[in-house]
């Protein structure tokens, strides 16, 4: 990645080291220009690779504009694949400019807040919106800048935090001062600093406290000759001292020696001294236009958040400084907010934005042949889980030369309970109306499959759209996309399943879920080398990367916030719905609790049998817990205090979870599994027992007292679950894409062999 920024600033340098060190994150910085003439930061030699462009801009209303024409060359010579700007002066648009020109991906970053930008020209929100249109993902400083980007249509799943920060640690161990100075203002002498509203709060305060007070001012700039002039009018109350511009490591000090700091900016995206303060414990006073004002200093928390009224500014000094309770229990608060703005958590932001952006898609970019390919994926609602998938396909089958158009609709009324629905920003919605309590659909994507090579469906009788194919060009080829038959179907050779074999014959390829999938698509008479096996999965990494940093404490402390005592955990992780069969795992758990009396039973979920859960919950008082719907570090916490996963029911992707986590599934018979149920391995990575009660509960209890067994398991599950990944899915998907575009109607095994090495090796 490259990052391109104005000028090197103190309290970056420290996050881009930090973002160097990730291994995944080939970091180079260029910078605008070494230093603008305002400035006067003294700054550590640079930890990570940069470069400096040859230093070109104009100053503009108290701005430098960086014209840099170099950045283009720069960036030829680098080829990053990820691009970061952190604003819009010409260099950077030149450097959006080129991410659309060669291919790589955006990501926009910064300082700014909805309250900053409020006064853009109509020109300058168009180009934003365009070059956010193109942009893969988003770094914001603050609420503000999360609150811009909101104002923009830009959706909170592609933003990501990079906190503004000072060295907290310099600050938290440094030598404890005598509090000299009743005021510090720290910063630039100009006049959106407002320097002459400090000065003169500590007059107003002088004068209602009838004693002399004193201030310091720490900084430079243009108007310092003029505040020094004034300082000398009111010395009589005011002790005023000017330390100059100070160096980096003697800021601790000038803090410490303050009681209150006084930061009455004009306009401030942030304002870094705002933590510096904090960190060093002494309260702040800030203006509400300040980005860190509510945020970082919280009104009457650890400091006063006000307009520029001089007397609600006096009043508040006054009372602090006549209240030691008050100003003891500020200054703790400071230092308590202040923790989490560290450069640890600023680089995390910018890694996370840069991996997504990795893994986002990349745009069809303008300079690129229309006579291009082009898929179409029809999707009758979009899932959470599928936008990874899809995003990664975007990518891989944008550098094949495919263009990927995803086509989503609207779920049923009870799949909106799910609150799983997700939202695929490049994609095409087409709505879908439904008939028959939704038993028909019709989602008219025409338009779209009319332009494309490939039109991928979803394997169902009930989508009308289906039934289109007569009417395209005899050149577009048609795929399903399914588990190969209704793995629950209880009428297997019902008219509807019948019929179902007879429709997945007459296509030109087949994705399919998974191996069972395809066995049951090449029983219907379709070409098994027409077949791509998918191996359905989820996005785990995180998952992965959750689990392992999880210590045993605080797996023990989500016990204790649930309340759930000791014992071994038999974890549920599943919709609450009747194909679960949670009646058959209650009375399962009370025999297991029978044999193993610390047993407990942990179930997370939500859905229409809610209420079966809650009644078992009360009924076996306390053994039994319901969670609710867990996510994210949530759910990776119950998974990591977990011995076993219990699911006598269906089985669907949560045997992902089960893999990843290392937590084998135990599981039934039953004959209405998913696809998926085909990477559970019975005595390799999980148990599957004869469909009844007992054979269940036995094999529970066996594996809840037999250690060497369970930890067999455990080792199965980890050696499985990198089988069943995203990414794998992903290329799976894309290299049968290109199988199915570039497949004669009649192939000889020898050019079908070498067709398919071509297209592994595009993708």
Aim: hydrophobic share 40%; charged share 25%; net charge neutral.
């Amino acid at each position: 990645m490259v990052m391109v920024t104005n000028i090197p600033a103190p309290y970056r340098l420290p996050v881009y080291a930090l973002l160097a060190q990730e291994s995944d994150i080939d970091l180079h910085v260029i910078y605008c220009s070494g230093r603008e003439p305002d400035r006067e930061w003294d700054l550590e030699q640079a930890q990570f690779a940069h470069t400096y462009l040859n230093q070109s801009f104009v100053r503009f209303r108290g701005r430098f504009i960086h014209v840099n024409h170099d950045v283009w060359s720069v960036l030829l010579s680098l080829k990053p694949d990820i691009v970061v700007t952190t604003g819009f002066n010409p260099t950077h648009l030149m450097a959006y400019a080129w991410t659309r020109v060669h291919g790589a991906r955006h990501v926009a970053m910064t300082d700014g807040t909805f309250e900053s930008e409020l006064k853009l020209t109509t020109l300058h929100r168009r180009i934003r919106r365009h070059v956010y249109k193109h942009t893969a993902a988003f770094i914001g400083a603050s609420d503000g800048a999360m609150r811009l980007y909101g104002s923009y249509g830009i959706d909170a799943g592609n933003t990501f935090r990079s906190h503004l920060c000072a060295d907290n640690a310099r600050f938290f161990n440094a030598e404890p001062q005598e509090k000299r100075y009743d005021f510090i203002f720290c910063g630039r002498f100009e006049a959106i600093k407002n320097p002459f509203f400090a000065l003169n709060v500590a007059r107003d305060v002088a004068r209602k406290l009838g004693r002399r007070v004193s201030i310091v001012f720490v900084g430079s700039g243009g108007l310092e000759n003029d505040i020094r002039a004034y300082a000398k009018t009111v010395e009589a109350e005011v002790e005023t001292a000017f330390s100059g511009f100070a160096k980096q490591e003697a800021l601790p000090a000038w803090y410490g020696a303050s009681r209150i700091f006084l930061f009455p900016t004009q306009w401030d995206p942030w304002g870094v001294v705002a933590n510096e303060a904090c960190a060093a414990g002494v309260p702040v006073f800030v203006s509400d236009v300040a980005g860190s004002a509510g945020e970082l200093v919280r009104d009457g928390e650890n400091g006063f958040v006000m307009q520029l009224d001089f007397e609600r500014w006096v009043d508040a000094a006054i009372k602090l400084l006549t209240d030691d309770a008050l100003y003891a229990a500020m200054s703790a608060r400071g230092r308590e907010l202040v923790g989490e703005y560290n450069y640890d958590n600023a680089a995390l932001g910018i890694a996370q934005a840069v991996r997504h952006a990795d893994r986002a898609f990349l745009p069809w970019s303008t300079y690129k042949s229309k006579a291009h390919p082009k898929v179409a994926i029809i999707q009758r609602r979009m899932t959470q889980y599928r936008l990874p998938l899809f995003n990664l396909m975007r990518e891989k089958l944008d550098a094949a030369g495919v263009e990927l158009i995803v086509v989503s609709g609207d779920p049923l009324p009870s799949e909106k309970l799910k609150a799983d629905t997700g939202e695929l920003p490049w994609g095409t919605h087409v709505p879908c109306r439904y008939w028959l309590k939704g038993k028909l659909c019709w989602q008219n994507a025409m338009p779209v499959a009319l332009n494309a090579n490939l039109v991928v469906v979803t394997q169902e009788n009930k989508l009308l759209f289906n039934y289109v194919r007569p009417l395209l060009k005899k050149d577009r080829k048609w795929a399903f996309w399914g588990h190969g038959r209704n793995f629950q179907s209880t009428s297997p050779n019902s008219v509807s399943e019948r019929f179902k074999r007879w429709l997945s014959r007459h296509v030109d390829w087949w994705f399919a879920y998974t191996e069972l999938s395809r066995d049951a698509v090449v029983e219907s008479g379709f070409p098994r080398e027409r077949i791509t096996v998918l191996n359905n999965a989820i996005d785990t990494a995180e998952l992965a990367q959750q689990i392992e940093s999880i210590n045993p404490a605080e797996a023990e402390q989500i016990r204790r916030d649930f309340g759930i005592g000791p014992g071994p955990i038999g974890l549920s992780l599943a919709s609450l719905h009747a194909d679960k069969r949670l009646d058959f795992l209650i009375d399962a758990a009370h025999r297991i609790r029978a044999q193993v009396p610390d047993f407990q039973l942990v179930i997370v979920g939500d859905g229409p049998q809610r209420d079966l859960v809650r009644k078992a919950v009360k009924k076996a008082g306390g053994w039994i817990h319901w969670l609710g719907t867990q996510t994210g570090r949530d759910k990776a916490r119950v998974l990591s205090m977990s011995r076993l996963m219990l699911n006598p029911g269906m089985v669907g992707l949560s045997v992902v979870d089960s893999l990843v986590a290392g937590v084998p599934m135990v599981t039934t018979a039953y004959p209405h599994h998913s696809p998926e149920i085909a990477y559970l391995h019975s005595g390799q990575n999980g148990l599957m027992t004869d469909d009844d009660v007992e054979s269940f509960v036995a094999g529970v209890v066996r594996l809840l007292k037999a250690s060497n067994e369970l930890e067999r398991l455990q080792a199965g599950c980890r050696e499985s679950a990198p089988a069943y990944t995203i990414e794998k899915m992903a290329a799976h998907f894309c290299n049968g894409i290109l199988d199915c575009l570039s497949a004669e109607e009649k192939e000889t095994p020898r050019s079908r062999t070498s067709r398919k090495t071509a297209a592994s090796e595009r993708v």
